[in-house]
């Protein structure tokens, strides 16, 4: 039973001590200390409670391994992202999300982006404007495909949008091995942003011009990666500052 090691693990998730949980909770600290230790197994009330607090189901509570998410997840942290340009095009079919990207790096190839700079930051994000009856009838689905272009960067390659986005501040996650389990581990990348920013005072926000999130896939160290960005309120610190290009 892995009851203590979960609780001390979304303890820490949620940056909670033991005193202030012990306060959520409304029982002493040496109680918390107990429950995470194992030497004790809190009532069905408050393993109720500490679902809530931690928006986690108690099966998954009272019966899996929830820090094994550490090997699949990074922690959460709110970075801003330095203004940049992107070219960027838009598919609706079965699997928007291949035919896109391969859309998008002949362009890159062709442009002359990937012969400057092959290391040039390719992101993602769904688009949302498809009808139920493409979605139900004909089983399509949108996705964006966009390339964040270097300052000075000027081409006549016809195919895309060009588009500006301002400063803005993001809550990220890392997803490892994304693929390994996409319809699981992408959404709950979301779902976990979404837990930060509840429990950390923070909001989404959503602004014309600036996109409301996207991903970001890539290698590192020979391991598939999957960076997941919301939009959220400012924060107003330097250290956070990301610059794609």
């Known amino acids: 039973m892995n009851i203590g090691k979960n609780i001390q693990y979304l303890r820490k998730q949620k940056k909670f001590t033991q005193e202030q949980l012990s306060e ?5 600290r040496q109680t918390v200390s107990r429950w995470e230790s194992g ?4 009532e069905l009330d408050k393993l109720c409670e500490l679902c809530e607090l931690f928006s986690v189901k108690l099966d998954r509570l009272v019966r899996e391994d929830i820090t094994m998410e550490s090997e699949i997840y990074s922690a959460v942290t ?4 330095a203004p940049f340009t992107m070219a960027r095009y838009v598919m609706i079919t079965p699997n928007p999300e291949s035919d896109v990207q391969a859309y998008m790096k002949r362009w890159a190839e062709r442009s ?9 930051m390719r992101i993602g994000w769904d688009f949302p404007y498809v009808s139920m009856e493409q979605q139900n009838r004909f089983s399509l689905r949108g996705y964006v495909c966009a390339y964040v272009l270097p300052e000075g960067f000027l081409t006549d390659a016809p195919g895309v949008e060009y588009a500006g986005q301002a400063e803005a501040d993001y809550a990220v996650i890392t997803v490892y091995e994304p693929f390994k389990a996409p319809f699981e581990r992408i959404p709950n990348a979301y779902k976990k942003i979404m837990n930060y920013l ?13 996109l409301s999130c996207f991903e970001h896939e890539y290698m590192k160290d020979g391991v598939s990666c999957m960076d997941v960005y919301i939009h959220t309120d400012g924060v107003n610190k330097a250290d956070m500052y990301t610059d794609f290009v």
């Open 24 to 28: 959520h909770m409304r029982v002493s």
């Open 112 to 120: 002359g982006l990937l012969a400057i700079k092959p290391d040039a």
């Open 78 to 81: 709110i970075k801003r992202v």
């Open 39 to 42: 030497e004790i197994v809190p």
């Open 198 to 210: 509840n429990a950390n005072g923070f909001k989404e926000k959503p602004q014309q011009n600036i």
